[in-house]
């Protein structure tokens, strides 16, 4: 069971994604989430501060779950960067219209405060590779010593770009399958794709 404020979000993702945060109207939001146009006003306060709570809201859980792969000492380095890629494509792949704000917001950024949730994010996505590069580096897990704010922008960067041109890719292999098994196809090949090129990049052996 979701909470009242958490049917209001979700509703309002839905419609940030399709029409962008001017677009879509309170109104809007109350009638997509079955609710009183006062119940927005009575959990958030405005539009605007529905719209940092949801950015809050998603960024947080993916925080949450990397903190967790950090502190766990039953895996090693690079398990745990297997664990980041999965999820991270996961969430990528079943928070499409999440994702799809966020793009926006990276190119036409103009609330502070969410562009101070994305960079802070960025900034901890960057902080956590480096923390496993370099436990790797001593352990003798990895080999290589990549910049690591490249090593976040080839992961990042790859599961965006693959992400947006999964339509294309599909018409372009002319396959005919039905989307839920195409999707979980591509999806599965670009979590190998990323974790192959990170085995190179890390200097990773896996019977080492």
Known sequence: MISKEENILFAAEKLFAEKGFEGTSTREIAKAANVNISMISYYFGSKE????????YRMSEGQFFSKDI???????EWEKIEKIIDQFAGRIRHQK?????????????????IVEFLKQTKMGFIAMYSKILESGLKKGVFTKN???Y??????????FYASNGKEMYKEFLNDTEEESVFDEKYYM???????????????????K
């Open 49 to 56: 501060k529905l719209y940092e709570k949801l950015v809050e």
């Open 70 to 76: 950090l502190e766990r000492t039953d895996i090693n």
């Open 97 to 113: 219209c999440f994702y799809r704000i966020m793009q926006r917001e990276q190119l036409h950024a103009e609330n502070p405060q």
């Open 146 to 148: 990549p910049p690591i």
């Open 150 to 159: 490249l090593l976040h922008a080839t992961v990042s960067g790859t599961l």
């Open 189 to 207: 090949e670009l979590n190998k794709h990323i974790k192959y090129i990170l085995k190179d990049l890390l200097g990773y052996e896996e019977n």
